[in-house]
């Protein structure tokens, strides 16, 4: 909230400062003011309409409103800008999957893993979907993440969830549970 009292007086004395408007968006987004951090993106919008940033936090936001579709077109037009994003690949699965495209969804995770490989959100989305099944090569990309040294705490505990969940679905239950244990430990911490 404090936060946000200062973007607004900020704003009121410098309503072009389109960096300020963005973090307000975002301050707006946490608070789950989906509607009114929508309107300050489409001012960003009106300013610059290739904004790459200001398009993917509207994508973002047209999600949590329930325009999915839409939120899914954003998300392809900003990936014509940035084909390389890997993160921006994750929130266009998270559209499709929403939209009902679980192919095109998995698709859009894999293309995250691929340019991001030690992403460990991407698998655990993969995971998520409930119906898909993690081959025996994705299993052993996990464990090969799992042994870096360098891996985000986010990211680690992300693979052991993903790795309970392949686990699991191959009915090795006690070692699933074990990882499922050190991802909610890890995250925890």
């Known amino acids: 909230r404090d936060a946000e009292s200062l973007l607004v007086r900020c704003l009121e004395l ?11 968006a975002l301050v707006l987004q946490r608070q789950d003011r989906f509607a009114d951090a929508l309107r300050e993106v489409e001012r960003l919008l009106q300013a610059d309409p290739t904004d790459t940033g200001g398009r993917n936090l509207k994508a973002a936001l047209l999600g ?11 998300y392809r037009q900003v990936l014509d800008q940035v084909p390389t994003h890997p993160k921006v690949w994750h929130s266009y699965g998270h559209a499709l999957r929403t939209a009902g495209q679980q192919a095109e969804s998995v698709a ?32 052993a990309r996990i ?6 040294k360098d891996l985000s705490v986010d990211d680690r505990f992300h693979f052991h969830f993903a790795l309970g969940k392949a686990l699991e679905d191959a009915g090795d239950y006690r070692r699933s549970f074990e990882h499922y ?3 909610n430990r890890l995250r925890r911490s």
Do not use: C, M
């Not at 410098?14 to 307000?24: D, I, V, W």
């Open 64 to 74: 949590r409103l329930g325009e999915v579709q839409q939120s899914a077109d954003i």
């Open 108 to 139: 859009a995770y894999r293309r995250s893993i691929e340019l991001l490989p030690g992403y460990g959100e991407a698998y655990w989305s993969l995971a998520n979907l409930k119906t898909f099944r993690f081959s025996a090569d994705d299993v």
């Open 181 to 183: 244990a050190e991802g």
């Open 14 to 24: 410098a309503p072009g400062f389109n960096a300020a408007r963005h973090n307000y």
């Open 143 to 148: 464990l090969e993440q799992l042994d870096r």
